[in-house]
């Protein structure tokens, strides 16, 4: 047949070549295409076992990234070639392969010459660089699966029904080695070494490294990490420990004081990793911690004058009790569940967020459980004008975007990428994804909808009769279904009933773990799982034993936030200085010591109107309202913005950016507005400069209003000397005093 003829048909669908070249020449077929008479297939001996590609092939597709984000499993693959992310869908990749491209991946009568080779052994250019070693046992099984046909199954074909990594625990000296041992267990009973066609990822390699054969090496300091193992669409976890060469004093831990169950977990974790606890944190800096932890802001002179002097031992309790009370904690918690739950007020409306913002502060004035605050805002319906909560799903329209923002918060599973595809760390597939959307799938709205940039209507959420969700890629009418367990859908009841049923329960541990891990973090500087809203096996907490019994503690309060908080901060653990010794320097995640951030933005905001006497003024709240009152982030403030609030017209709107920055350094430093609050002659200075305090009285009061401490002998000397050698200028003195003060790290920082 000419070059000419081939050349035409080419140009055509293959079934009308086929039909073409029939015509041509009858006995005619495409030399070496997948498409030739598989009667004529060379077929395995019985030297040579017959290859599956889903569970010979697509491994090392895997195995060697081929399918990766980064290369062929991105959204529309590489170079005209796509593969399923991560080979979650092997009926898509065996197509891409064999069908697509007119069949010309595969060269049956010659599999060496065949492209997909070609391309892996890099004989022929290819972007990923060389993937196989010919002659390798990758290359060897690529070859015979092309010279067997490529079939898609092979008879009697078992599935992956699990894997397993031998060993789950590892305990290494700084650069020791050690290797993973990954087995796959099938449905006929049979089980196979798949080690080297397993990928890898260390949480931390800093600490300990991984290659593609499974190898295990240990950083040179002491710490921890996780390491996943993933074969096809099963991940395993090995969690690996350095502890420190240098071994405690023998019963350390047992003179250590212990407050409650905290501790006690805590200190067991330590004692396997053989590092010290730093020393005890003193008066003052408890002080100031817990007042800024549970009620957002800063102690008065008088308050902070009163607990130091105090030789009360039950003073610590007396003072939590007494904050927990405060109408400052309302306010406090409320802004920080504002920061998760705020939608943005261009898109559904000012009045919506107002209503939203005050149901969320109501639920706190009542002292609502979790558990029911929870539940009324997943079933919340009614007029956005009347019923603030309703406005979630004003903001959030769709199934899919309410899924999302509800698995996150409050079970703490990320399915955003199940939308798309299979999860690529975890078991979600996108069947459970709109499964899981489907309860939401009967929420209707009856209003004037949305019209960014101004949004001013009122709307009516309810449950209505219908509303499907289906699966993207098969179409099929998904009814509501959770992430494990059961929660049926009574007929004619609103789903959301039972999805709130089933998300509460005791027995959906999920649910108190991700806000004791969210509520720790706050407390403690870190969560235990981090990102606290992302819970997942290749995500583990740093402390199982105590995530846990946090979790149930809590759900033995009846969910009662209080009752968490002073469990915590009354334990010996929450005490603890910021300051490291030799043996918990590089410790980040067990506690050891208490770990330094700085101040929320509207803590420290707070602070500085506390400090100053003189109270921030914000359009559309009433005089002298504090930061943490603020409603929406339209309400203009450069000083909230520059020190992390999240922006509304950001996606997500709740970020926060936690860290320092040279921005924040130099608006404490050069801020007109701070400067003018300072030196205002109705600030704290201009009263001080014109009482007739002593100098001494006046630095102490200074200290106390500014870091929540007395200053030692070498500070009152000089601080002392700097107002008294000021004469006529004592008022410019203190000012400055107070500048440098307001611009130190304790002042900035939490300790």
């Known amino acids: ?66 399918n990766a984000g980064a290369c062929h499993g991105k959204q529309r693959g590489q170079n005209g070639f796509q ?14 392969i064999v069908r697509q491209a007119r069949g010309r991946r595969l060269t049956i009568r010659s599999p060496e010459s065949s492209l997909l080779i070609q391309k892996a052994t890099a004989q022929l ?122 071994s405690l004093p023998d019963g350390y831990y047992d003179q250590q004081p212990r407050a409650n169950f905290i501790d006690d977990l805590v200190y067991d974790k330590l004692n396997q990793l053989q590092i010290q606890l730093s020393d005890p944190a003193s008066e003052s800096i408890f002080l100031r911690r817990v007042y800024t932890d549970v009620i957002g802001r800063v102690p008065t002179v008088e308050e902070a004058d009163q607990f130091l002097r105090s030789s009360d031992p039950a003073k610590r309790e007396q003072l939590v009790d007494h904050l927990l ?89 990320r399915l955003e990428c199940a939308k798309c595809h299979h999860h690529p760390f975890e ?23 949305l019209s960014p940039p101004i949004s001013g209507g009122e709307e009516i959420v309810f449950v209505s009769t219908k509303g499907d969700v289906k699966h993207p890629v098969t179409d099929e009418v998904l009814a509501p279904s959770p992430l494990f367990g059961k929660a049926d859908v009574p007929e004619g009841t609103d789903p959301r009933d039972a999805l709130a049923t089933w998300m509460t329960s005791p027995q959906n541990d999920y649910f108190a773990k991700v806000h004791v891990n969210r509520l720790w973090a706050h407390l403690m500087g870190r969560g235990i799982v981090d990102p606290v809203d992302d819970l997942r096996s290749t995500n583990p907490p740093s402390n199982p034993a105590l995530l846990d019994a946090l979790a149930v503690h809590f759900q033995e309060s009846g969910y009662n936030q209080k009752d968490l908080i002073k469990s915590i901060v009354l334990s010996n653990v929450y005490s603890l200085s910021s300051v490291p010794n030799e043996t918990n320097a590089s ?81 404490l430093m050069n801020s007109t507005q701070i400067d003018g609050r300072i030196r205002s002659d109705s600030s704290r200075a201009a009263r001080l400069a014109k009482s007739d305090q002593s100098a001494a009285d006046l630095v102490s009061e200074l200290y106390l209003a500014i870091f929540s401490r007395t200053p030692n002998a070498d500070e009152q000397r000089y601080c002392e000397s700097l107002i008294t050698d000021a004469g006529e200028n004592r008022r410019t003195a203190v000012e400055d005093l107070m500048w440098a003060m307001m611009n130190s790290p304790e002042f900035i920082i939490q300790n």
Request: proline share 5%.
């Open 587 to 667: 410790d980040r995640l067990n506690y050891s010591r208490h770990y330094r951030h700085r101040l929320r933005a509207e803590v420290l905001a707070d602070a500085v109107a506390d400090v100053t006497e003189t109270s921030e003024s914000f359009s559309a709240l009433a005089p002298q309202s504090r930061s943490n009152q603020v409603w929406t982030h339209r309400i203009e403030s450069v000083f909230l913005d520059t020190f992390g609030r999240p922006d509304e017209n950001q996606d997500p709107p709740c970020e926060r950016i936690p860290d320092s920055s040279v921005t924040q350094t130099l608006h």
């Open 125 to 246: 250019p290819h972007g990923g660089g060389r993937k196989i070693e010919v002659g390798s046992d990758s290359y060897a099984t690529l070859v015979a699966w092309i010279r067997q046909g490529a079939p898609r199954r092979v008879d009697d074909e078992p599935s992956v029904t699990s894997v397993e990594i031998a060993k789950t625990e590892f305990l290494l000296k700084p650069a020791e080695v050690d290797q993973l041992s990954v087995v796959a267990h099938y449905s006929d009973g049979s089980t196979r070494d798949v080690t080297s066609l397993t990928g890898y990822l260390a949480n931390d390699s800093a600490v300990v490294s991984v290659d593609d054969s499974g190898k295990l090496v240990a950083g040179p300091i002491p710490g921890e990490t996780a390491v996943m193992a993933r074969y096809m669409n099963h991940i395993r976890v090995a969690n690996v420990s350095i502890p420190r060469t240098a």
């Open 1 to 66: 047949m000419s070059d000419r003829l081939f050349a035409r048909l080419s140009s055509v669908p293959i079934a009308v070549a086929l039909v073409l070249l029939g015509i041509v020449c009858q006995t005619a077929v495409l030399p070496g295409s997948v498409l030739a008479d598989q009667t004529a297939v060379d077929r395995p001996t019985d030297s040579e076992l017959p290859v599956s590609f889903e569970l010979d092939v697509q491994p090392i597709l895997a195995a060697q990234g081929c």
């Open 325 to 413: 009370n405060q109408p400052e904690y309302i306010d406090h918690w409320a802004n920080q569940w504002a920061d998760l739950l705020r939608p943005n007020p261009y898109r559904v409306g000012i009045k919506a967020v107002l209503n939203y913002d005050n149901w969320i502060r109501q639920q706190f004035r009542e002292d609502v459980s979790y558990d029911e605050f929870a539940r009324r805002l997943i079933t919340a319906k009614g007029s956005t004008w009347q019923n603030g909560a309703s406005t979630l799903f004003r903001d959030r329209r769709s199934p899919d975007e309410v899924a999302t923002l509800v698995s996150q918060l409050f079970l703490g599973v």
């Open 83 to 96: 593969l399923s992310l991560l080979g979650f869908d092997s009926d898509f990749d065996y197509a891409s």
């Open 427 to 449: 078991k979600w597939s996108q069947h459970d994804f709109y499964s899981f959307a489907a309860y939401f799938g009967k929420v209707g709205r009856k209003g004037t909808g």
